[in-house]
Structure formats: structure tokens, C-alpha cells
């Protein structure tokens, strides 16, 4: 579904990602760990055409990224729906005119046909019913899942997550690791998932993968991260009492 092939990217002097070669298979959550700084994010926002490689090629659902425009990437975002770390909502609408903004953007569909996405959505996430609230009046973990119930009411195939369980408490964060299990069931879609967090990785995930300083560290199985001992999976390992 998603093809790295020897990307490079640079800012300057620095060197993000360093000819990187990586495979995410259709259908499965992906989980993309590393340290800060070791070119998760950047890797998300050259998927989605946020940023370009220097070098190298990328492929997206067969569509060359490395070498399309700004107006060709739309046919890409539009099969890539993108959840980043903080939820983003428009604070001036309530949840409908949220979950709904990206419909009426991207698609020429009837009010009804809206409105039943909307529903489909909020539901997916665990939220029907509070379509009239205004922004202010969700918790940040709902405010989480109102921005997942946007992105994935445009039914894509590929799901992007960028650190989506960073300052929720253990009961959200169980919620929102629960939320990406039961779409990729429900929806089957492609989850890649960019987090620094190893027992969430170890709950959900069907693949890890671990960057570090733009290189391929390893990747696995979550059983077989359970096994490694590459110094760096055992400091993860240790930070969440894994054997």
C-alpha cells in the first residue's frame, strides 16, 4: 500500500531520513517508533505531500508521490485520511459542522447523504448523539475522537496517525488504541500509526516498525519486539515493564 524506497530527506545539514527503504502492507496498523527527532513525523508528511523527498521514490496506492504536483497530491489525500497529534477543530462550529467540513469540501453529496456519514462517523468512534455540542464543551479526548469521526467519514483506505495517544490519560489512551483496532476490522483500512509508544504498539499493532536517526532500525512482530535485543527496543521494552 505504501512503498519507501531509498527517500531521502533533508533540512539543511540535517539529514531526516537517510535513504530510507520501507514496505507498510494493505490492510494491517503499522506502528512507526523512535526517538524525537528520528523522522516519524517528517516520514507522515511526505505520504501525504506535506513535504517532498529530496532523493528516492514513494509510492502511495501505486501513485508516485516523489514526482507528482500540488494538484495531482489531491487524489492522493483524498484516499489518505490524516489524524494529527492535536485535534484541530473549528472552535466557531459544533461537532456536525466539524465531521461534516471535509464531506462538503472534497464531495458533491445531498444534505442527507451528509448528515448519514456524520452519524456513521461519530458512531464508528463512540459519540452518536452529540452532534449540536460546541467544541468547548468536549473533554480533549473526545475532541480526539470528533477529529478521527472527520477524517474517517471520507472513507479512506489509508488511516495516519500522528502520536494519537500524546496527552490523553490511561482510559482515553485505551479508547483511542481500542478505535484504531475496530476500524481497521470494521472500515479495513491501512493504520500507520507514528508514536514513541511501545505498549500501545504492543496492544495494537500487527507490525512495528523503529526509526532511528532516519535509518531502518529493525522491524517485527510485536512478539518478536519482545525478543530483540537491539539495546534501543529493550529501553522501550523496559519503559512499559514488557519482559
Known sequence: MIAFKKVTKSFG??????????EIPQGKIVFILGMSGTGKSVLLKNIVGLLKPDSGELYVDRFPV??????????????C????????????????ENVAYGLRRHFELSEEEVSRRVEESLGH?????????????????MKKRVSLARTIALKPKILLFDEPTTGLDPISTSRVNQLILDLSNQLGTTSLVVSHDMESAL?????????????LLTQ??????????????????AEVGAP
Open 81 to 96: 485520511g490524516m489524524v494529527f497529534q492535536q485535534p484541530a477543530l473549528f472552535d466557531n462550529l459544533n461537532v456536525f
Open 13 to 22: 545539514a540535517r539529514t531526516i531520513l537517510n535513504e530510507l527503504d520501507l
Open 66 to 79: 516523489h514526482q507528482m504536483s500540488e494538484h495531482e497530491m489531491m487524489d492522493v489525500r483524498k484516499i
Open 220 to 237: 517485527g512482530t510485536p512478539a518478536e519486539m519482545q525478543e530483540s535485543t537491539i539495546p534501543l527496543i529493550q529501553d522501550f521494552l
Open 203 to 215: 496492544k495494537v499493532a500487527d507490525h512495528i516498525v523503529v526509526l532511528d536517526k532516519g535509518h
Open 125 to 141: 468512534v463512540g459519540l452518536k448523539g452529540i452532534e449540536a455540542k460546541q467544541s468547548h464543551e468536549l473533554s480533549y479526548g
